[in-house]
């Protein structure tokens, strides 16, 4: 006789093929915790993926941060370079000329320099 809060459960045995009597309290128990095993492990699986999305992103923005401070140390090379021209370049300014102006009086000056030194 089986009683109303026993299920009973037919699983495969080795030694004879009577079923197996559970409590249905017990049951009702194993299949919660099996359904709350389920969400933890939902919730650790996505947490997991959060977590990826974030490192891809901190990845991202390291890679950024890095190009920039890449950029920055060409900028400054670049004007670590030109710095002994800034004074005349403003006083270039100052006369409303620029390089281009003063380049052919520059060709012109070394042309003549050579030409009295080589004579």
Known sequence: M??????????????DDEPISIPTPILEQIEQEKAERQN??????????????????????????????NDLDVRETRILQVEPLLPIARQLQELSLGFDDIIPWIEMIRESAYRKYRS
């Open 40 to 69: 933890e492990r939902l919730s650790i699986q996505q947490d997991k993926e959060i977590l990826a999305r974030r490192e891809k992103y901190l990845e991202d923005a390291k890679k950024e941060i890095d190009q920039a401070r």
């Open 2 to 15: 089986e009683r109303w809060w026993y299920k009973r459960i037919q699983e495969p045995s080795d030694e």
